[in-house]
């Protein structure tokens, strides 16, 4: 018995890496492109003293809660040395979408990347608004 207790374990944890290495991070990569690349560039480097850069962002590296409201409720500049441009507010998008998004930036942009489900995404979402 305690053999396919951990076939099982070690197939849901191979069907994790599968899908984060696969699926998700292609449908993050598309909702970056379609969304967040004419500001921020394809490579996150933003554009200086206008768009900031999001590659070495604290907002990116930081916990996926405040993630989550930026994205959700976009934000005004406040500090104009950095930015002169609003981020929008991005409410269309589906807490999936959203989840996968951050998904692919966290990915992209910090050294050690905590998948985010769906879940903790929503319950953010519901916190911010």
Same mark, same amino acid.
């Given at each position: 018995? !305690?053999?396919?207790k951990?076939?099982?374990?070690?197939?849901?944890?191979?069907?994790?890496?599968? !899908?984060?290495?696969?699926?998700?991070?292609? %449908?993050?990569?598309?909702?970056?492109t379609?969304?967040?690349?004419?500001?921020?560039?394809?490579?996150?480097?933003?554009?200086?003293?206008?768009?900031?850069?999001?590659? !070495?962002?604290?907002?990116?590296?930081? *916990?996926?809660?405040?993630?989550?409201?930026?994205?959700?409720?976009?934000?005004? $500049?406040?500090? /104009?040395?950095?930015?002169?441009?609003?981020? $929008?507010?991005?409410? /269309?998008? &589906?807490? /999936?979408?959203? /989840?996968?998004?951050?998904?692919?930036?966290?990915?992209?942009? &910090?050294?050690? *990347?905590?998948?985010?489900?769906?879940? %903790?995404?929503?319950? !953010?979402?519901?916190?911010?608004?």
């Open positions: 018995m !305690a053999v396919n951990y076939a099982y374990r070690f197939f849901f944890l191979f069907f994790l890496v599968v !899908a984060w290495h696969c699926g998700v991070p292609q %449908e993050g990569k598309s909702l970056y379609e969304n967040c690349v004419n500001c921020h560039m394809a490579d996150g480097s933003g554009l200086p003293g206008i768009i900031p850069a999001i590659n !070495a962002s604290l907002v990116i590296k930081g *916990p996926y809660q405040e993630l989550a409201c930026l994205l959700y409720n976009g934000r005004q $500049p406040a500090d /104009t040395i950095k930015s002169f441009v609003a981020m $929008p507010s991005f409410k /269309t998008l &589906t807490e /999936t979408q959203i /989840t996968n998004l951050i998904n692919y930036v966290k990915k992209e942009w &910090t050294e050690d *990347p905590q998948f985010v489900s769906e879940q %903790e995404v929503a319950a !953010a979402v519901k916190a911010c608004q």
